[in-house]
């Protein structure tokens, strides 16, 4: 628990927001009420404006429900290290830059989860689990992605740990193949 929230406030977001958002996510996906998922019935442009909002729909989406989950306390309790962290950066503006600056590009680095997250990996007009979320492969992808464009085997699979989705995704590749689900695949020359 501490470690959720220690690496996410160096990023100026509720960990466990996020986590109770994701879980949700995976249940609930792609009705009208995943606050995750949403970017994925989005345009682009829309989808892109969602990254400048997303923190905070995330964040208050998750205090509004805290009878349905049981980090209430620890989120409201990361909401507030937040605001006094970004309070002390803006007001240490006047001694230094480092420290506001860091605020900026942490926030603003957080603009693109909605679209790398939802809008590419999702395709909610598909009429089953296999076809709701794209098939990714290839040497290309991995890179950009840091290994962490499986997300039709991390759908199928949510308990599997990131460091065995490689692996899964060896395995389930047959079946993909069988049921016709074709993988957007971009491999490097050598």
């Not at 958002?21 to 970017?39: C, F, M, Q, T």
């Not at 830059?97 to 989860?113: F, Q, T």
């Amino acid at each position: 628990m501490f470690l959720l929230s220690f690496l996410e406030l160096l990023c100026f977001r509720s960990g466990h927001a996020y986590k109770v958002s994701h879980l949700h996510h995976h249940n609930r996906y792609p009705n009208d009420d995943d606050v995750e998922g949403a970017a994925s019935k989005m345009t682009l442009l829309r989808a892109l404006w969602e990254g400048v909002i997303f923190q905070f729909k995330i964040y208050f989406w998750a205090v509004k429900r805290r009878q349905h989950h049981t980090y209430s306390t620890v989120i409201v309790l990361e909401g507030i290290i937040i605001l006094a962290v970004a309070l002390f950066c803006i007001y240490s503006s006047s001694f230094t830059n480092v420290y506001i600056v860091y605020m900026i590009l942490m926030i603003a680095g957080s603009w693109i989860i909605p679209l790398i997250t939802s809008y590419l990996v999702h395709t909610p007009e598909g009429n089953d689990e296999l076809k709701q979320t794209r098939l990714f492969r290839g040497a290309f992808f991995s890179i950009i992605a840091v290994n962490h464009l499986f997300h039709l085997e991390h759908h199928l699979y949510p308990m599997v740990p990131h460091k065995n989705w490689p692996k899964l995704a060896r395995r389930l590749d047959l079946y993909f193949k069988e049921k016709g689900i074709v993988p957007i695949e971009l491999n490097l020359k050598n």
